[in-house]
Nanobody, 125 residues
Framework: QVQLVESGGGLVQAEGSLRLSCVAS????????MGWFRQAPGKEREFVAAMRPTGSSTNYADSVKGRFTISRENAKNTVYLQMMDLRPEDTAVYYC??????????????????WGPGTQVTVSA
């Protein structure tokens, strides 16, 4: 069973930046689709970004396009979420998610069997 652990969350002012990291256990990380989701207080968890196993394809929610960048470093079993121009509405718990192999349904939570515990991101106005 692959375990995922996020880090890098914190408190930042609006228009600031943060980089989240997610480290995965296991030896087949390069074959995993990795995603980032977030859940704001009182709201359902939503898709943020995803990257295919080869790293050649990335996808983003409309709300973060142009501000967030997902990337991966397979040698370190790590996926990143670089967040720039943060807004108060980006405040949420951010979760890393992963699944072995590719999928066209990368925005759906149910296709990811592995999840990290989450890391809090708070953006002040």
């Amino acid at each position: 069973q692959v375990q995922l652990v996020e880090s890098g969350g914190g408190l930042v002012q609006a228009e600031g930046s943060l980089r989240l990291s997610c480290v995965a256990s296991g030896r087949t990380f390069s074959s995993w689709t990795m995603g980032w989701f977030r859940q704001a207080p009182g709201k359902e968890r939503e898709f943020v970004a995803a990257m295919r196993p080869t790293g050649s394809s990335t996808n983003y929610a409309d709300s973060v396009k142009g501000r967030f960048t997902i990337s991966r470093e397979n040698a370190k079993n790590t996926v990143y979420l670089q967040m720039m121009d943060l807004r108060p509405e980006d405040t949420a718990v951010y979760y890393c998610a992963g699944r072995y192999g590719s999928t066209r349904s990368y925005t759906l939570q149910e296709v990811y069997p592995c999840w990290g515990p989450g890391t809090q991101v708070t953006v002040s106005a």
